[in-house]
């Protein structure tokens, strides 16, 4: 029998993955997280060993490990850039809880985002807490996402 890993989309938007066993292709849709309800797949390990070592699929977070699987941190060990991953793979409720959070704390975590995904996920949470009235983010937080997003796009 083979292993399943446990994988889910954490972010707006379909994500599709053709993968070839080298007998057949097989397809796998996650559909877009909608009011924090992230669609979870489990898939052979083989192609989440494909996805972490061929791909940029995990190291940029389009698809997140879920956390609550038995040998969470044996999977996780198979990782090839495991920091690179973490960097870009923040949950819903982890982007709301840094935004909210110390300033200095949630400049220095933005600043290791790598994948423009993942930024556009953060960036589409801060607007969503500026559209809440009762939850708009300081002047100065908003300031150094607003610059970390232009800054970060123009280098890509």
């Not at 979870?40 to 070592?53: D, R």
């Not at 699987?69 to 960097?87: G, H």
């Not at 423009?116 to 100065?140: C, H, T, V, W, Y």
Request: aromatic share 6%.
């Amino acid at each position: 029998m083979t292993a399943l890993v446990k994988l889910e989309r954490v972010r707006g938007g379909d994500f599709i993955v053709n993968y070839n066993n080298g007998l057949s292709t097989k397809t796998f849709t996650w559909t877009g997280s909608k009011n924090g309800k992230n669609m979870v797949l489990s898939v052979p390990n083989e192609l989440f060993e494909w996805l972490a070592h061929s791909t940029t699929t995990i190291s940029d977070g389009e698809l997140k490990l879920v956390e609550s699987q038995p040998n969470v941190e044996e999977i996780k060990s198979n990782i090839p850039d495991l920091e690179t991953y973490e960097n870009n793979s923040h949950s819903r409720e982890d982007v709301i809880k840094l935004l909210k959070g110390n300033i200095n704390k949630m400049k220095s975590e933005l600043n290791k985002v790598t994948a423009q995904s993942e930024k556009q996920f953060i960036k589409s949470i801060a607007d969503e807490l500026n559209n809440d009235e009762n939850e708009g983010l300081p002047k100065g937080k908003n300031d150094f996402i607003n610059e970390w997003i232009k800054l970060k796009s123009e280098k890509e």
